[in-house]
């Protein structure tokens, strides 16, 4: 493990870990959704409990939304028009 993975500014939440999910997400090239999924799995004992779960099933549910687009679903469109 480099040092910088063995630093934690503001908390002891992830020092307890074999691997900090920060590391295992940098090593594996994972996207951001995926990582911070990871990230909230692994500390919402020690951290955020319940809402931490939640945090991760909605970094999952963006995931499935960029990967995996309903195509039976219209694309949002940006209203770039103005009213007067």
Do not use: W
């Not at 995926?34 to 909230?40: C, Q, S, V």
């Not at 939640?54 to 679903?73: L, V």
Request: proline share 5%; with cysteine; hydrophobic share 25%.
């Amino acid at each position: 493990m480099s040092k910088v993975y063995k630093r934690q500014v503001g908390g002891s939440h992830y020092s307890s870990m074999v691997i900090q999910p920060s590391e295992f997400v940098n090593k594996n090239n994972l996207p951001f959704a995926e990582g911070n999924a990871i990230k909230y799995l692994c500390r919402h004992k020690q951290k955020g409990q319940k809402q931490d779960l939640e945090k991760a099933i909605h970094y999952c549910q963006m995931a499935i939304d960029r990967d995996y687009p309903d195509k039976n679903k219209p694309k949002e469109q940006n209203d770039t028009s103005t009213t007067i």
